[in-house]
């Protein structure tokens, strides 16, 4: 059973914080803890902490419990019915790009507080706003961040690898653990917090991927393996990703121009390995970085200096002509 002390991992305070929204529809959250295999003393504590794989259970439970897709933060509950007819429904798209826009009609047809809607950010990309209207009493802020893990994590397994976000935007402030767990850190991209918006930002040539998964059964399979929401999508990563979070981690420095051989020195880990094998891993270094540098985004933390280019993939080409209507770019 879950619930040891580590110095990873999601806080009991902000597990209690997750179980809120049940707690106000008279749901004990003991019992739904316990079904989900984690130790109930874990609720409130912040020396206590549940893994990605604990929290991918505990979201699962609650919203069985409640009937509920948003975990009892809104007025009224999502369906969980009508979650899996919006499965159904975006899984017979051909693209991402094409899914995302029908989640997102699907979803403001379901709930009237979820308030999805999509805009160009600035020519670099898609940016996906989202308003949340929760209830009083409840934590908001766990909640934009677990259903932007869920966005992540869900259209990263439909395309069959990991989405490169642009970045994301946060209304609220960093949340801080005494572990020290950053639970951002998963996104693998740069983060502004007290934002005016909590939004996602893809990138254009991710909008064109096309799906990998497209039956409901692969959606089942998926939570049946036990997915661990707090590694990257897709197990390990590969010198591309290692390459962005080198260059994630200079932008973090305050160094948004590192050379080449700085980024190939921070890929070349472990022991050093003599003749050809050392030589061969220094170039594959050189030509990571050397890739990557040369389209890697600009964080929006900070001013681009170019804009990217688009795409052919477009927003208004998402939606087969018989189904687009007049309205401009995000959800009819």
Same mark, same amino acid.
């Given at each position: 059973m879950q619930g040891p002390t580590?110095?990873?991992?999601?806080?009991?305070?902000?597990v209690q914080a997750l179980?809120?929204?049940?707690?106000?529809?008279?749901?004990?959250?003991?019992?739904?803890l316990l079904k989900a295999g984690i130790d109930p003393a874990v609720y409130g504590r912040p020396a206590r902490t549940i893994d990605g794989k604990a929290l991918v259970r505990l979201v699962r439970q609650t919203q069985f419990a409640l009937d509920d897709v948003f975990l009892g933060f809104f007025a009224n509950p999502?369906?969980?019915?009508?979650?899996?007819?919006? &499965?159904?429904?975006?899984?017979?798209?051909?693209t991402f790009g094409e899914a995302l826009r029908v989640s997102i009609r699907f979803t403001?047809? &379901?709930s009237s507080d979820a308030g999805?809607?999509?805009?160009?950010?600035?020519?670099?990309?898609?940016?996906h706003t989202c308003e949340y209207h929760t209830v009083e009493g409840v934590d908001r802020q766990v909640l934009v961040w677990i259903r932007f893990l869920w966005?992540?994590?869900?259209?990263?397994?439909?395309?069959?690898?990991?989405?490169?976000?642009?970045g994301?935007?946060?209304q609220g402030p960093r949340p801080v653990q005494e572990n020290g767990f950053d639970r951002f850190a998963v996104f693998r991209c740069p983060v502004r917090f007290d934002a005016e918006v909590d939004s996602l930002s893809y990138d254009w040539n991710d909008l064109s991927a096309p799906l990998a998964h497209n039956a409901l059964g692969d959606y089942e399979a998926y939570y049946a393996g036990e997915p661990d929401w707090f590694e990257a999508p897709g197990g390990g990563a590969s010198w591309r990703e290692r390459t962005q979070q080198v260059l994630l981690d200079f932008h973090k420095a305050g160094d948004w121009s590192p050379s080449l051989e700085a980024v190939a020195a921070r890929l070349r880990t472990g022991p050093r390995r003599s003749g050809a094998t050392s030589t061969a891993r220094g170039s594959a270094s050189r030509r990571s970085a050397a890739a990557c540098a040369a389209s890697w985004p600009a964080p929006i933390s900070s001013p681009a200096t170019s804009r990217s280019p688009r795409s052919a993939w477009s927003w208004d080409s998402a939606i087969p002509a018989a189904s687009r209507g007049s309205s401009p770019p995000g959800p009819g």
């Open positions: 580590s110095p990873t991992g999601l806080d009991g305070a902000a179980l809120q929204g049940a707690v106000r529809r008279g749901k004990d959250p003991a019992e739904i999502s369906r969980l019915a009508l979650e899996a007819e919006r &499965m159904i429904s975006l899984m017979s798209c051909a403001n047809a &379901m999805p809607a999509v805009t160009e950010d600035h020519g670099t990309g898609l940016q966005i992540y994590h869900f259209f990263s397994w439909l395309i069959g690898r990991p989405l490169a976000l642009r994301l935007s946060i």
